[in-house]
């Protein structure tokens, strides 16, 4: 059965820094895109960066850019996203999902986990 699972989320002051993790089980992680998206309540699920599966292209939301990086260990069959900088705007709980083809769309994503929360507050 394939399975995507998010750790990593936690509270943290503005300013700090978290690493999420998203590991799949059930089929391998390289052969396909991987995305990190994140849901604030009362908004709309919104991507945040993705890797590609073709040639380890990575891709952020503006709003990311220069704070949050995006990696892969395919001997850990893991995904990362490393979240530096973080602003209380970042609080969300954010997921990771499997695509054939990389982007910030969420509609392009088949499998989903089940979501971890980040909270940036002092």
Known sequence: QLQLVESGGGLVQPGGSLRLSCAASGFTLDYYAI????????KEREGVSCISNSDGSTYYADSVKGRFT???????????????SLKPE???VYYCAAADIPGLGSNLYDYWGQGTQVTVSS
């Open 35 to 42: 995305g990190w998206f994140r849901q604030a309540p009362g």
């Open 70 to 84: 995006i990696s892969r260990d395919n001997a850990k069959n893991t995904v990362y996203l490393q979240m530096n």
């Open 90 to 92: 970042d609080t969300a």
